[in-house]
């Protein structure tokens, strides 16, 4: 029906992900990708808003996508304060966070930007936000860093993440909350969640410094060396950031956050490009394993998801690690768009309350 359409939006790292639905049928999808020669004059995330809106308003444009007949634009999460799992309407305290990244700098950020400012301009058009990246379930014992100054924080995908988990326990007849599963997340990032009854109790901070490493994240770096690397005087704090998050990993090795490239790359018998395409499978296995031990070895399965599980070879090097450990599960790609728009239909026609941010 026309009165229910709603528009999803999902920033991600090297992407702009919409898609239009009428109720629950998607009538519009396309992914807009963005080289690094695109995003390098761009100094922080928030510098991106016009770009990547104006994008998204000329390609449904194109498509001929007669917006004033969208009721809901729901984004995709970014970096707020840590809140409990649900949809949240974008009001302007919300606004304030994500511009000053409160929480941190991520493309998520720009999801509730966007899609507020988007439904200014639509008679009755209302803009929300689901499952964001910040979404908090975490063990108290999980947030204890090893010294008082520090916390681990639960920053991850946790929309794709609770996605996919939800759909495996549909295709088993069971509810999520019903079963203990490991989940992760691979693609410009990567996160590893172990699920527990419904809720993430632990997960790698997957924006700044835990983890494996991914196509342009550094994930976990040896703690002495990056001090002093910090203290040598030959890089700023931005410099120091920007190689943890956004010119690490596959950046920083292969110049190319594009991980179909590295896999070329790598088939073709590249061999720098076949160690560090091993060495990021590896640290997910590695992880993964470490949240087998989280779940003390009641594992009911093992997802894999993201754009980088479309790669076999990448995926059968994870399986040769961490299969003896349970069932593995392939998502290839990601399930964000649909639940995204499942959300907003939810609230469309009352199935949900939209939660408060304050």
Same mark, same amino acid.
């Given at each position: 029906m026309?009165?229910?359409?709603?528009?999803?939006?999902?920033?991600?790292?090297?992407?702009?992900?919409?898609?239009?639905?009428?109720?629950?049928?998607?009538?519009?999808?396309?992914?807009?990708?963005?080289?690094?020669?695109?995003?390098v004059?761009?100094?922080k995330?928030?510098d991106?808003?016009?770009?990547?809106?104006?994008?998204?308003?000329?390609?449904?444009?194109?498509a001929?996508?007669?917006?004033?007949?969208?009721?809901?634009?729901?984004?995709?999460?970014?970096?707020?304060?840590?809140?409990?799992?649900?949809?949240?309407?974008?009001?302007?305290?919300?606004e304030?966070?994500?511009?000053?990244?409160?929480m941190?700098?991520?493309?998520?950020n720009?999801?509730?930007l966007i899609?507020?400012?988007?439904s200014?301009?639509?008679?009755?058009?209302?803009?929300?936000?689901?499952?964001?990246?910040?979404?908090?379930?975490?063990?108290?014992?999980a947030r204890?860093?090893?010294?008082?100054?520090f916390?681990?924080?639960?920053?991850?995908?946790?929309?794709?993440?609770?996605?996919v988990?939800?759909?495996y326990?549909?295709?088993?007849?069971?509810?999520?909350?019903?079963?203990?599963?490991?989940?992760?997340?691979?693609?410009?990032?990567?996160?590893?969640?172990?699920?527990?009854?419904?809720?993430?109790?632990?997960?790698?901070?997957?924006?700044?410094?835990?983890?494996?490493?991914?196509?342009?994240?550094?994930?976990?770096?040896?703690?002495?060396?990056l001090?002093?690397?910090?203290?040598e005087?030959?890089?700023?704090?931005?410099e120091?950031?920007?190689?943890? =998050? /956004?010119?690490?990993?596959?950046? #920083? $090795?292969?110049?190319?956050?594009?991980?179909?490239? +590295? !896999?070329?790359?790598?088939?073709?018998?590249?061999?720098k490009a076949?160690?560090?395409?091993?060495?990021?499978?590896?640290q997910?296995?590695?992880?993964?394993?470490?949240?087998?031990?989280?779940?003390?070895?009641?594992?009911?399965?093992?997802?894999? =998801? /993201?754009?980088?599980?479309?790669? #076999? $070879?990448?995926?059968n090097?994870?399986?040769?690690? +961490? !299969?003896?450990?349970?069932?593995?599960?392939?998502?290839?790609?990601e399930?964000?768009?649909?639940?995204?728009?499942?959300?907003?239909?939810?609230?469309?026609?009352?199935?949900?309350?939209?939660?408060?941010?304050?």
């Amino acid at each position: 029906m026309k009165q229910e359409r709603i528009l999803a939006i999902n920033p991600g790292s090297t992407s702009t992900k919409i898609a239009v639905y009428e109720g629950t049928k998607n009538i519009f999808l396309k992914t807009l990708r963005h080289s690094s020669e695109e995003l390098v004059d761009f100094a922080k995330i928030t510098d991106q808003f016009a770009f990547r809106k104006n994008i998204i308003l000329k390609e449904l444009e194109t498509a001929g996508i007669d917006i004033s007949s969208i009721r809901v634009i729901v984004g995709r999460g970014g970096l707020i304060k840590p809140i409990p799992s649900g949809v949240y309407e974008v009001n302007e305290k919300m606004e304030a966070d994500l511009k000053i990244g409160i929480m941190g700098e991520h493309a998520s950020n720009l999801g509730g930007l966007i899609a507020a400012d988007i439904s200014r301009t639509l008679e009755g058009a209302r803009a929300f936000i689901a499952d964001p990246v910040v979404v908090d379930e975490l063990n108290e014992v999980a947030r204890v860093a090893g010294h008082p100054l520090f916390e681990r924080a639960s920053i991850f995908h946790a929309l794709n993440q609770k996605a996919v988990a939800r759909s495996y326990a549909k295709s088993l007849n069971k509810k999520y909350d019903e079963l203990n599963l490991i989940v992760a997340h691979l693609g410009g990032g990567i996160s590893v969640g172990a699920h527990q009854k419904g809720k993430v109790i632990d997960v790698n901070n997957a924006l700044d410094g835990e983890g494996p490493f991914s196509p342009e994240r550094s994930g976990t770096l040896p703690v002495g060396q990056l001090a002093k690397l910090c203290f040598e005087g030959n890089h700023s704090l931005e410099e120091i950031k920007k190689m943890i =998050t /956004g010119k690490g990993g596959y950046v #920083a $090795y292969l110049n190319t956050n594009s991980a179909y490239d +590295v !896999e070329l790359a790598a088939r073709e018998g590249d061999k720098k490009a076949t160690l560090i395409q091993n060495a990021m499978a590896y640290q997910v296995g590695k992880e993964i394993g470490a949240m087998a031990a989280v779940l003390k070895g009641q594992v009911d399965g093992i997802i894999l =998801t /993201g754009g980088i599980a479309h790669n #076999a $070879y990448f995926v059968n090097y994870i399986k040769e690690m +961490v !299969e003896h450990l349970g069932n593995i599960i392939v998502y290839p790609g990601e399930d964000e768009m649909e639940a995204l728009a499942i959300n907003g239909l939810m609230v469309l026609r009352g199935e949900t309350t939209p939660l408060v941010y304050e």
